[in-house]
Each structure stands twice: as C-alpha cells, then as structure tokens.
C-alpha cells in the first residue's frame, strides 16, 4: 500500500470519529459561540448582533462572580470530600472479606439512583416542618442546630453539597475498589513488617499504585463541580435570594426563565472555558504518571 | 512523513459546515403559527397540560370533567399531562421552547407569565376564536391575555389575595380583627405567646414574595397608587414601597412568623395552618376550598391591613388556558376552550372546584360556606369594577420585575439584604424591562 493510499485509509476510517466530533462538539461550540454574540430571546430568527456586550455584563455582574464563587466552594469541598471519604472506605472494605458485597452495594445504591430524585428526598429529609433531619436532632437534644436547612443562605449551599457527596461517593468507593484489586499485595505486606502504619501504608504504597485511577476520578469530580446544575436546581433552585447560585443555576435562569438566551450562553461559554484547562491539566499529569510506570 | 495536504479541503468542508449549522440556528418553535401542519381527519389527540392542584379532590373532578368533554366531542381525546406547580413555569417554558410542550396548558396570565411565553411567540393567537365563538369574558380579564394586540388565553380565575385566620384562636385570644398593621402586631404579640405560629410565611418557591408585597403594598398605597406604580407613574423606590417591604422584615425580626420561611414550602406552610399550628395564612382564595376541607375550624378571610386602617384585598385574575402555537390540533384545543365558556361548566368550576370563572355566571342558588360567599361577593365586584381593591402585582408586571420582586423578598426574609436595596433593584427591573 502507498503512503497515499494509506493517508486515505487513515482519513477514511477517522471520518466517523470526526463527524461525531464536529456534530456533538464544534457545531454546539460554534453555535454557543453564535449566540453569545447576539442578543437573543429564544425566538426572533434575526437577533441583534450585540458584539462583545454578553461578555462585558458577565464580567461587570456581581452575580456572575458570586456565582462562580459558589462553584468553586463546590468543586473544592465537593472533590476533597468524597475522593478523602471514598479512599478511606474503600480501603476499609478491600481489607474487609465478610460482607463486602453488602457494603459495596450498600455505598453504590446512592450513586445509581437519579439526581433529581436523591434531590426530591433529601429535600424531604432536610424539610423544616415534616423534615426527619429536624425531628431527628430534637429527639437526641439538639434543638440548637434545628434550622431550615435549605432556606438559610449561609447553610443552603453546604446542605445541598452534602447530599451530593452522599450520592456520589458511592461511585468513588466502586471505582477505586477496582483499583485496588490490582494492587501489588506483597508490597503492603513488605512495607507492614518494615514497620509502615496504616497511613503510610495508604500513602506510601497503596496511592501511588491506584494514581491513575484515582486522578481519574479527579478529573470527573473536578469537572463536574464547574456543570453542577440538576442537584441545585431541584433543592434549591439557586436561593434564598440566589445564596445557593452556581453558574449552571444562574445560566439556565437567564436563559430559560428571563428568556435571554445570549446571556445565559455566554454564562454557558465560561464554565466551559472554566472546565477545560482542568481537565487537560489532570489528563497530561495522568499521562506523565503512565510513562514513568512504564519506565519512559 | 504522511502528505498534510488531504486534511486541508476536509477541514474547510468542516467548518464550512459547521457555521451553515449556525446559520441554521436560532429560531424556537412558534414563530410564526401558521407554519404549524394541522391534523384535522381521524381521532384527534390533545395533551392538556395543568399544575398539580392543592387537593387530589379536584383532579378526579377535572377528569371527570374531561370524560364529559370527550363524549360530547366524539373524536377528540384528551391526555391529561399533571405535574406539580412548583414546576409549571420550567417544565412548560422548556418544553414549549423544544417544540414538544402540551397542546393546551393552563398557566397564569399577565406579562410576567402568559406575556413572556406570547412574547417569545409561543402562544397561539386566539383573537381569532374569540370572534368566532363569541366568549363572554370581561373585558378588565381580556387585557390580562392581550399581548401586541392578541388575545392569547381564556382567563379562568378571578381571585383575591389577603390573610385567612383561625377564627377558633382569635376567639380564643380575644383578639378582633386588626383594623390596622399595629393591631396585627398587637395580635401576633398575643399569639406568639400561646404557642402558635402567628404567621406562616412559605416562601421557599419564591413566588410567594409577590404575594407578601402585593398585600402590603396594596393595603398601604391603595388602589390608585398601585395603578401608578404598576404604570410607571410612580416610582417603585418610593419611601411607600419601602416601609411596605420592611413590614415583612419586621415581622421576621420580631418572631411573628415561623423560623426560616425560604426553607418552607407552599404546601408545608398551609399544612401548618390547617393543622391549627399557625393562626394566620397569607395567600389567595384560591386556597379557600382546601382550606374547608381540611380544617376542623372556622376560618375568615381579611385584608392585610394598612398602616392606618383595615386595607384592601390584592384582587384580579389569576390563571389562565392556553394553547401552543405549534399545536397540530388547534381546532380541537379551541374546541376544548369552548366546552369551559358555557354556563353550565361555570356554574360547575364555582360550585365543585370554587373556582370563579372570568365570565357571568350566576351563582343565585349556589350552596356556598360562608367563607367562600365572601370571596364571591367579592369577586363580583372585581368583575364589575365597584369594589377598591389593590394588586396582585406578579400578574400585571414582567419577568425580570418578578424576579427582582421573588428574589427581593427572599432577602428580606434571610436579612440578607434591605428594604431600601430590594426597592431599588425592583426600580431598576422595572425600568430595564420597559426598555
């Protein structure tokens, strides 16, 4: 075969690949691109071009930072939480023979069950007249710290966040089970009579094994917390007075509730922009990681 | 070394593409309705879609009322499409904006819900039924479903919004009917000290802030300053509208209402005053049928009062039907809107669902409570203009105005802002969205 002919063949066989490529990612990036530029209500077909002034009023819009804001609480308490919870429950459960398969699914159920309806419930759960989150801490003495759990700004965020760590560790603790498995056991049981604690052990031997893995998991959770929405949306809706807003909230409320869909792209557009240097960053460390195992 | 050259032409095909795609863009169904292909041979389907009602009651008499419907229209099924009211406003926006939304809805009227849907062309226009079938609705209901001209709903609801108390606990206390907010305080003071909530205030949805202004306002400006107001004659970080919204944060402060009212929701909030935990509810009549049938008390129904009197009602239209614009059986959703114009039906809407149609109906013979004979009289006098009745302001004001109004009121009640900025942000909406 000339090189010609296998040019060909190589342009041939990505075609399908790159036609999944541009449908479902340059067209929508070009299209929301389209739309940040305009100022456009959702339905007049010729909407006024209005350059660069979605982008100015998402940088002059206090809500946009206070937003953002909220996002980064989520993505940091929202990643650190279930990658630390995760670790350690896995960890406890590989070490675990009786059970384990109860426990596994006990800890994935959450994870399996949709978001919206975990959101239903644990509205439910944190309610403060039929809550059983409220009636639960009455009944041990802590009346102190009966409150409205979603309607109070400074709570709100972190309310909903707990639910979704709950809902979501669950596929932390499988994911890194599976790694686990194909960890060198001689190594711990080498480090163990060397004198290595429990947490050496997990730091030392256990980690550096399962990193791929687990940067892996990082780069989901890190890149989620940026599109957070579903969750939000359902327990709080992005209040009281916009306390539990992340950018995903406030973008879907300018576009679909005041029907300025420019604006809400643009809002779109920057957790994208946001979204993606993180996602490379951890992609390249995670390549890095690969060839120095494979001695490269 | 592989020749670079093949990928150029497929790269410029590519983008080429890709901005035709965009070019393509832009354009949410319902633009123009007369493109919509219309299905008129064979069974016709209709998919009516409505917000859960407060009482399962009235969703067995709404099906019971569109069986009837379909057997005087052979041909013409309807799917009745229930999901709850907190998620109308999205769940319908989304679906109508994808092409997909239900052939008939019910929703609420005025700029800020029925006018931003007619104004983003998703609305079919009913002008033209109107004519045909001659619908006998009062005019002051018409203007609330005219958008540029066009009248795009039936409004089917009249109401009024004020304060429904526990006359059992008024009794009990020996507490009158405040004549004015002090006496309210006065009595909430008195309240507060028997173990009841005084007020419920749910305000989780956000909603029902434009409730809680629209009271206080209303009862404090009265009826000519609230056509100001809503006209733009007056400005809305006037020092009235101000000591209006710092009623509530008051009333927050002083403990007259139940801990964290953006954390309770519409539903939790009535279930405490049904249950007699709370002695005084703020909402619209509309909730008078639940109210009966599920409290063991007797219960009236008041203004909130002024500063220096008994105040006035928030009175006007509430919801509305509609139909979509890219709907494939308008006919038969015209059809359907007619069967709701009869006497007969109105008759039925009032006497079963307590539902005051925005039509002439005459309730002589009636079997009403008490209760709901008040709020018929009253709504008598909205339809024929005699009574002073004040705003309920979410209906007659638009999207971003609302929205600064929810989130505003939301604030006030988590402190988390002032009376002073919330009248200003309700100033500045309202000026952007008349731009």
Known sequence: MTRRAQARLGILLTIPVLALV???????????????????????????????????????????????SNNVIWIIVGTAAPMIIGLLISVLIWTTRRGAGIYRLAFFLPFVLPGVAIGIVWTWIYDPVSGWLNRALEAVGLDGLV??????????????????????????III????????????????????????????????????????????????????????????????????????????????FQLSRIGYGTTLALLITVLSIPFAVAINRLQRRLALQDTGA | MFSRTPWRPLAALVAAGALFLTGCTGGAPGADQSQAPQETSGPQQIRYMIGQPEDPADLELIKS???????????????????????????????????EGPDVFGYDTGPGF??????????????????????????????????????????????????FYNKDIFTELSIAQPQSVADLKAAMEKIKGSDVIPMVV????????????????????????????????????????????????DFQQSGYLNPSPTAVTYDNGNALFYSGKAAMNPTGSWLALDIERNVKFDVGFIPFPAPNGPGIFSGGLGSGTFVNATTKHADAAIKFLDYGMTEEHGKWAVEKLQDIPAYPVDTAGIEASPLFKQILDDSAKIADGTGDFGYNVDVLTPDAFNNAMWKGMQGLLTDQTTPEKVAAQLQAAYEKSKK
């Not at chain 2, 009265?222 to 509530?248: F, R």
């Open chain 1, 22 to 68: 541009v449908v479902f990612f340059v067209f929508p990036m070009i299209s929301a691109l389209y739309f940040s530029v305009v100022d456009f209500d959702g339905i007049d077909p010729s909407p006024e071009f209005v350059g660069l002034a979605n982008f100015i009023e998402m940088f002059t819009d206090p809500e946009t930072w206070h937003a953002l």
């Open chain 1, 147 to 172: 409150r409205g759990w979603l309607g109070d700004p400074d709570l709100a965020l972190y309310a909903v966040l707990a639910t979704a760590i709950w809902a979501y560790s669950g596929f932390v």
């Open chain 1, 176 to 255: 890194f089970l599976s790694a686990l498995r194909n960890v060198d056991v001689e190594l711990v049981d080498a480090s163990r009579i060397d004198g290595a604690n429990a947490l050496q052990r997990l730091w030392f031997i256990l980690l550096p094994q399962i990193m791929p893995v687990f940067l892996m998991v990082l780069t989901l959770t890190l890149v989620g917390g940026f599109s957070v929405f579903d969750i939000i949306f359902i327990m709080t809706g992005g209040g009281p007075a916009d306390a539990t807003n992340v950018l995903g909230t406030y973008s879907y409320t300018q576009a």
């Open chain 2, 65 to 99: 009322d569109i069986k009837k419907f379909e057997t005087a229209n052979a041909g013409i099924t309807v799917k009745l499409d229930v999901i709850p009211s907190e998620n109308v406003r999205t769940v319908l926006q989304t679906q109508l904006r994808s092409g």
């Open chain 2, 114 to 163: 029925a006018g931003a849907l007619a104004q983003a062309g998703l609305v079919y226009d009913l002008t033209k039924a109107y004519e045909e079938n001659d619908w006998p609705i009062y005019d002051f209901a018409k203007q609330r479903v005219t958008f540029d001209g066009k009248l795009v709903g039936v409004p089917s609801q009249i109401e009024e919004v004020g304060v």
């Open chain 2, 202 to 249: 749910s305000d989780k949805e956000g909603w029902q802030g434009g409730h809680l202004m629209s009271i206080s306002l209303s009862s404090a400006v009265g009826s000519k300053t609230m056509d100001q107001l809503i006209n733009g004659e007056k400005s809305w970080d006037s020092p009235e509208v101000v000591e209006a919204l710092k009623v509530w944060q």
